[in-house]
């Protein structure tokens, strides 16, 4: 999958600035990551089913993910962060 700009819906930003400072860094980390190579492993990149059907998502760590939406034209909206609880 190839990333050449990701956008941010109000979701994401109001959730990624409720984040513990220590998952931040990680967050960061992982965004600068998927930009370079979304299919690095430590990513865990996979494509939801169901109810997030067309949604994506990726590790953060063990207990943080990231959902986005892969739009046109290698165009990313990030619409979630947070604990796996998310995808409920």
């Known amino acids: 999958m ?5 956008h ?18 990680k967050a960061c980390k992982c965004e600068r990551l998927f930009r370079e190579n979304s299919f690095h492993p430590s990513l865990r990149l996979h494509k939801l089913r ?4 067309g949604l994506w998502s990726i590790s953060i760590d063990m ?3 990231l959902i986005f939406k892969p739009l046109d ?5 990030f619409v979630s962060i947070g604990l796996h609880a998310i995808y409920n």
Do not use: C, H, M
């Open 2 to 6: 190839q990333v050449k700009e990701i």
């Open 8 to 25: 941010y819906n109000e979701t994401f930003e109001a959730q990624f600035l409720n984040l513990p400072k220590s998952i931040w860094k």
């Open 50 to 53: 169901g109810k997030l059907d």
């Open 63 to 65: 207990k943080y993910r």
């Open 73 to 77: 034209d290698g165009v990313i909206l």
